[in-house]
């Protein structure tokens, strides 16, 4: 199986961080579902071409954080998270998320009622995106 | 544990005539790690890597690959190392199949399976004559001889030159499947600083024959860094540009709101922020390209930006 994940090595965040969060990602949004199996180091690594101890530690420190789960012999799966755990997860995400958005907003100057409408826009601009009403501005 | 570690350099030095293409290099290659030597062209990379296989006997200091010395025991190291030279050493007239009974007469432990499964995983023809194959095939061929001999060392010497992207890929997919399989140590040179950025573990940066940089990478890439701020008209230029002391500037033109580091720490960035009372907005991660060319751009005056 495969997982959509992407790491830039020349992002600011280590790529074994990247690796982590885009599984967080995945999890947190269901599209990798308690129980199923995530790739082998191997694999992601092959597919990402990043060497595999630095796969390794990113599914490492999933597993301490109790994410994943590795069967002896069988791989490597996404543990049965309580449905607290998985919304916990969410809102972390979300509020690191609205973080980076208020620094980009505070550098600029701008204020929460400026921010709030940028935000009110992206929202039309996605949900209406997605009916292919957007004029490709 | 292993401490030994499988390639030493220390205190080599390489002459030609009155020319010193390696000056008292001293580096270590760990076991398991993926240790890659970066240069410009004749920063004496080449000339290091013909020591460590026992290719050139150096003027002064020593080499050796799992504790033997290269010079003397060349022979028993490459029983356990193999290497992906710059330039193909294949016959040109040979072809992949051709070439594997020799290969086994050479290499007892030389397995011609793994062999045909990587030149079919690659798609490499077996009947084709080394000549007539593309570059990126050639390459593939030669890593797929190095590889089934399963090495304890792996010397790659630039080997994505001259290769396309898909070629490229191919090639690291490959390499990094091997180390996710067998652990293999490896030592490469190379000038494709993109690619290997997820790969290796260790850099050294060498310039005239001496290392500028020995480190991981990791610990590179987070002191190399640039800083963004808030303008600010109340605060002079000066002020910024003593307060950037504390995070080692690189490149700083004064009345700009950035500037590239080499010493980045948070206690650093503090101190920085507090200094010049200027609001930080970002702190960007440098992609190996730019730290190599802030490394090694001026050098040797030759100009590059």
């Given at each position: 199986?495969?997982?959509?994940?992407?790491?830039?090595?020349?992002?600011?965040?280590?790529?074994?961080?990247?690796?982590?969060?885009?599984?967080?990602r995945?999890?947190a949004?269901?599209?990798?579902?308690?129980?199923?199996?995530?790739?082998?180091?191997?694999?992601?690594?092959?597919?990402l071409?990043?060497?595999p101890?630095?796969?390794?530690?990113?599914?490492?420190?999933?597993?301490?954080?109790?994410?994943?789960?590795v069967?002896?012999?069988e791989g490597?799966?996404?543990?049965?998270?309580?449905?607290?755990?998985?919304?916990?997860?969410?809102?972390?995400?979300?509020?690191?998320?609205?973080?980076?958005?208020?620094?980009?907003?505070?550098?600029?100057g701008?204020t929460?009622?400026?921010?709030?409408?940028a935000?009110?826009a992206?929202?039309?601009e996605?949900?209406?995106?997605g009916?292919?009403?957007?004029?490709?501005? | 544990?292993?401490?030994?570690?499988?390639?030493?350099?220390?205190?080599?030095?390489?002459?030609?005539g009155?020319?010193t293409?390696?000056?008292?290099?001293?580096?270590e290659?760990?076991?398991?790690?993926?240790?890659?030597?970066?240069g410009?062209?004749?920063?004496?990379?080449?000339?290091a890597?013909?020591?460590?296989?026992?290719?050139?006997?150096?003027?002064?200091?020593?080499?050796?690959?799992?504790?033997?010395?290269?010079?003397?025991r060349r022979?028993?190291?490459?029983?356990?190392?193999?290497?992906?030279?710059?330039?193909?050493d294949?016959?040109?007239?040979?072809t992949?199949?051709?070439?594997?009974?020799?290969?086994?007469?050479?290499?007892?432990?030389?397995?011609?399976?793994?062999?045909?499964s990587?030149?079919?995983?690659?798609?490499v023809?077996?009947?084709?004559?080394?000549?007539?194959?593309?570059k990126?095939?050639?390459?593939?061929?030669?890593?797929a001889?190095?590889?089934?001999?399963?090495?304890?060392?792996l010397v790659?010497?630039?080997?994505?030159?001259g290769?396309?992207a898909?070629?490229?890929?191919?090639?690291?997919?490959?390499?990094?499947?091997?180390l996710?399989?067998r652990g293999?140590t490896?030592?490469?040179?190379?000038h494709?600083?993109?690619?290997?950025?997820?790969?290796?573990?260790?850099?050294?940066?060498?310039a005239?024959?001496?290392?500028l940089?020995?480190?991981?990478?990791?610990?590179l890439?987070?002191?190399?860094?640039?800083?963004?701020?808030?303008?600010?008209?109340a605060v002079?230029?000066a002020?910024?540009g003593?307060?950037?002391?504390?995070?080692?500037?690189?490149a700083?033109?004064?009345?700009?709101?950035?500037?590239?580091?080499?010493?980045?720490?948070?206690?650093?960035?503090?101190?920085?922020?507090?200094e010049?009372?200027?609001?930080?907005?970002?702190?960007?991660?440098?992609?190996?390209?730019?730290?190599?060319?802030?490394?090694c751009?001026?050098?040797?005056?030759?100009?590059?930006?």
């Amino acid at each position: 199986m495969s997982i959509v994940l992407d790491v830039d090595p020349a992002a600011a965040a280590p790529i074994w961080r990247q690796i982590e969060d885009g599984v967080r990602r995945l999890v947190a949004s269901g599209s990798l579902p308690p129980g199923a199996a995530v790739p082998s180091v191997r694999e992601l690594a092959r597919s990402l071409r990043v060497n595999p101890a630095t796969v390794s530690k990113a599914y490492q420190l999933l597993s301490d954080a109790g994410l994943l789960v590795v069967r002896r012999g069988e791989g490597t799966f996404v543990a049965e998270l309580e449905s607290g755990a998985r919304d916990a997860e969410r809102a972390r995400l979300l509020a690191e998320g609205a973080t980076r958005l208020v620094a980009v907003a505070r550098s600029m100057g701008a204020t929460k009622a400026e921010t709030n409408r940028a935000v009110d826009a992206a929202w039309r601009e996605f949900t209406e995106g997605g009916e292919g009403t957007k004029d490709g501005r | 544990m292993d401490a030994e570690p499988i390639v030493r350099l220390q205190d080599l030095t390489v002459r030609y005539g009155r020319f010193t293409a390696v000056n008292r290099l001293s580096l270590e290659v760990p076991k398991g790690c993926v240790y890659a030597l970066l240069g410009r062209n004749g920063s004496g990379k080449s000339s290091a890597v013909r020591c460590l296989l026992g290719q050139q006997k150096p003027a002064a200091g020593d080499a050796s690959v799992f504790g033997l010395d290269s010079w003397r025991r060349r022979r028993r190291i490459m029983e356990r190392t193999a290497v992906v030279p710059e330039t193909p050493d294949v016959p040109p007239t040979a072809t992949a199949e051709a070439l594997q009974p020799f290969m086994q007469r050479v290499s007892p432990q030389w397995s011609p399976a793994a062999y045909i499964s990587r030149l079919d995983g690659f798609g490499v023809p077996r009947r084709t004559p080394f000549r007539r194959l593309s570059k990126g095939q050639q390459r593939q061929l030669t890593l797929a001889l190095a590889l089934a001999g399963s090495p304890e060392l792996l010397v790659l010497d630039d080997p994505t030159l001259g290769l396309d992207a898909v070629a490229r890929r191919s090639l690291y997919e490959e390499l990094v499947g091997e180390l996710a399989d067998r652990g293999t140590t490896v030592l490469m040179t190379t000038h494709d600083l993109a690619g290997v950025e997820g790969i290796a573990d260790r850099v050294g940066v060498l310039a005239g024959g001496s290392l500028l940089v020995d480190e991981p990478l990791e610990a590179l890439k987070l002191r190399w860094c640039r800083i963004r701020w808030l303008p600010s008209d109340a605060v002079p230029e000066a002020t910024i540009g003593h307060a950037l002391r504390h995070l080692e500037p690189h490149a700083y033109r004064p009345g700009t709101d950035h500037a590239v580091v080499r010493g980045f720490t948070a206690a650093g960035l503090d101190r920085f922020r507090d200094e010049a009372r200027l609001e930080v907005t970002g702190v960007d991660c440098l992609p190996l390209e730019e730290i190599f060319i802030a490394l090694c751009g001026g050098d040797n005056g030759g100009g590059a930006s």
